[in-house]
DNA sequence: ACAAAATGTGACTGGGCAGTCACATTGGAG
DNA sequence: CTCCAATGTGACTGCCCAGTCACATTTTGT
């Protein structure tokens, strides 16, 4: 947690601190990201930091849970219609969302990968939560879809989600170049999906 | 490429620094790995590794490139199995050998982690190559699935390419607890493979 | 207007790093 | 045995890092 005096400081330089910060954790994993060189870009001396933050940890944990906060609301409009439209549907919806966020907002998704990566033990406790709450909000899904029977009984839960967590990481986390056509990526993505979704529906024999 | 004196050195030799060597970058990515850690737990002098590599990303290639040798020496006699049984066995027996392989060797294992998920730019034009390799490799095999018929024609090659790539990585990479149940892990292996092939086995309407 | 509290500062500390170099040691050719 | 090229060495250079601290400046309450 920043300290209360990071709370005191205007919006507007909390919001250029926390930008250039960002910026850095973008650019680098948490243990080859620089103190040093965010003070510099952000034009603050280093003790001011210290006054801040309570050392380069703290300012991680603290970008990082400001980047998801940001990436969940922006997926929210998707959960709320979870009870409106078919399991298979909302997927396809959620993934293309969660792909426009990564082309929307370059800076966040690249914090986000380099936070998944992260080996460093004392981040590995945050990836943990994180991890596990994904999960829960998937399970949640699962279970919505099969009890609305568009999902093979036969189907174990945590199989399924380990399928489309693993897929997801590479369909969304890995295509950032700039030149990439939206529509083909697009159609990329269901095309991925539409494997998926062949090996869970329930067959007809 | 290391110089002709690594080369000169007694076999054993070169196999004591190449093992240590392997230890640090099996614990640390490229950028965090340590040649003054490597020297010291080798029981070298600096200036001697000097002799042998031209500086540290010419003894980290060489690293990758031994234990990628060594990697696919091991798989190499499923590779020979190719036409002799079904697409899906194989790529079950595949998958298990990859995850057997990184319960023998898990420092080989976790080498060949880090380098994927290396960020460094000079690092990246070898993942790159090593992609290429893997897709070629296991084109060939879908090439195969699909002319004898156990792959639904409308299945995209690429499309199919990408979901194996992307669950193996988890499925192998990520589950090196050595408390791990190996025939429940084999279990789990199948039953996400299971979710593939029902989603690429021709449908009987 | 003033003092005290809060905030801002950047030189400094101690440490780790890759890579270098002048020198020491070794081993083989003649 | 002698000499020279090949090999071995570790102190050293220059760099970057996180974190600290004595001091400077600003804000706050009275």
Redesign the pocket.
Known sequence: MPK??FF??PKD?QEHIFRHAMEEFARHPYEQ?????IVKKAG?????M???FS???DLYKYVVQQVYRHKREYLQPVWELKDKIDFFRMLSMYYRRSWHYAQAYPTQHKVIVNFWDSKDAAVREEILREKQTRINVFADLLEHGSRSGVIAPGIDKETAWFVYHAVARDLIDNFLDPGIDIHSHEAFIDSVLAILELGLRPRKE
Do not use: C, F, H
């Open positions: 209360s005096t005191n400081l330089k990201a620089s103190l040093s060189e603050i001396a280093k003790g001011s210290y006054q801040y050392g380069k940890k």
